[in-house]
């Protein structure tokens, strides 16, 4: 069996993504790793390159700034990540700039990937979600946090990321896929106030154009916790590969005394209990068709 690693990514270091250990939070488990790196003005290259493993394979890509409409732009480079790979890989491990993996998951991984690999009507494994929110100790828990995406795709042709990135399609229709018990652990919203008013900014200017940032995303701009809706504190263990940038932060703050949503309208209030009783998310956008658990 074997297994092919991509992710694309640009500014990393202008914009604080964590992706040198995003990569290796999974490259133990990857015969190859393609990184699609954009045209960057902050050493972004370099950084890859001083991983110096023979694992990683670097691809220089210029954006195409103009596919602005939902993001288009991050799906393009995902694609060009994915054409990339081994065409002899069995599985293609796709990973974001900001998403890392426990390496306690590592075995029930390659566990699922060789059990599926000879099934076909499992076309991608489906991973759950921890959505880390201001720190590295708070989590976001409330409808508003996506919970599942794909993350291990067969690698198989007619695969295409989809819309913005956030998950794929095969021939125009959703992937079927299994249900896995192992997690992401989202980083990207877990940056001091400063780098999250810097995120918005320059994650915006990839889906509007310079008029709208002008008037909704001036350079004024401050970062509104009370998108959160709720969180709860972190009690588990980050991944040892993001243990010592953790250790490194320099900032602290208690997200108890941040003016987060309480006044939910009715309907959303109702959806939640609904959600925290039975564990049923009624409405929830599934870009993915699950066929096994």
Known sequence: MKVSGFTFIRNAVKNDYPVVQAIESILALCDEFIVVVGNSDDGTRKLIEDMASDKIKILDSVWDDSLKEGGRVFAVETDKAFAAIDPESDWAFYIQGDELVHEQYHPLIRQEMELNLDKPEIEGLLFKYIHFYGSYEYVGDSRRWYRREIRLLKNIKGIQSYRDAQGFRLDGRKIQVKLIDAYIYHYG?????????????????????????????????????????????????????????????????????????????????????????????????????????
């Not at 106030?193 to 889906?207: C, D, E, M, T, V």
């Not at 953790?246 to 309907?267: A, E, N, S």
């Open 189 to 293: 919203w877990a940056k001091p106030p400063q780098g999250l008013n810097n995120k918005i900014r320059n994650f915006n200017s990839y889906y509007h154009d310079e008029n709208w940032m002008e008037e909704h995303m001036p350079e004024t701009y401050e970062f509104d916790y009370s998108n959160a809706d709720r969180l709860v504190k972190f009690t588990g263990s980050h991944p040892i590969v993001m243990q010592k940038r953790i250790d490194l932060t320099g900032w602290k703050i208690d997200l108890g005394t941040k003016p987060l949503q309480k006044d939910m309208d009715l309907r959303r209030k109702i959806l939640q209990k609904i959600e925290d009783w039975t564990g049923w998310r009624i409405g929830e956008y599934r870009n993915y068709k699950i066929v096994a658990k």
